[in-house]
């Protein structure tokens, strides 16, 4: 017997790791986005308004960023779910969960458009967007290392 090995070829596995890895460092490079917006938020609440157009600069970096990696995610990540034991539901509430993403998005890019706000007003959204974000990563991440990480269970939903 050439390959005894369980599982999907080699290939497909090589594939699932890859499109894993692109998951988990898109959110590392949030991440890292996210810290330095924290920063600037923070250093505004103590006092340093002239850090407001930096902060609107690095928040509307971030949100690109997000947008970008949640189109990434529809079209590469939740495909590939989708074809997993189990994976259709699982697909299907990630994708259900853009919807309320993107209105957030919506709404702080409309926040960092408005130079009228007071930095220090926008200093405060910006740090309930970035933990937020790092709530729903999280979230995210333990269910896609979930469904790419474990057999499936017998009764479980295979389509």
């Avoid at 990696?69 to 699982?90: A, F, I, N, Q, T």
């Avoid at 960092?112 to 999280?138: F, G, S, V």
Wanted: hydrophobic share 45%; proline share 6%.
């Amino acid at each position: 017997m050439e390959n005894e090995t369980i599982g999907p070829p080699k290939d497909a596995a090589a594939a699932h790791a890859d499109v894993v890895a692109h998951f988990l460092g898109d959110h590392a490079r949030l991440r890292g986005k996210s810290e330095v917006l924290e920063a600037l938020a923070l250093r505004v609440l103590r006092g340093d308004e002239d850090l407001g157009t930096a902060l609107r600069l690095k928040g509307e970096e971030i949100q690109d960023h997000l947008a970008a990696h949640m189109v990434w995610e529809e079209d590469l990540l939740l495909p590939l779910v989708r074809s997993l034991p189990g994976g259709r539901k699982v697909a299907a509430q990630l994708f259900s969960d853009h919807a309320p993403q993107r209105a957030r998005l919506a709404d702080c890019l409309l926040a960092l458009a408005d130079e009228e706000r007071r930095p220090a007003k926008l200093a405060k959204a910006i740090l309930d967007l970035t933990a937020w974000l790092e709530h729903d990563m999280l979230a995210e991440e333990e269910r896609i290392l979930d469904i790419f990480s474990h057999p499936p269970r017998p009764n479980s939903e295979t389509y």
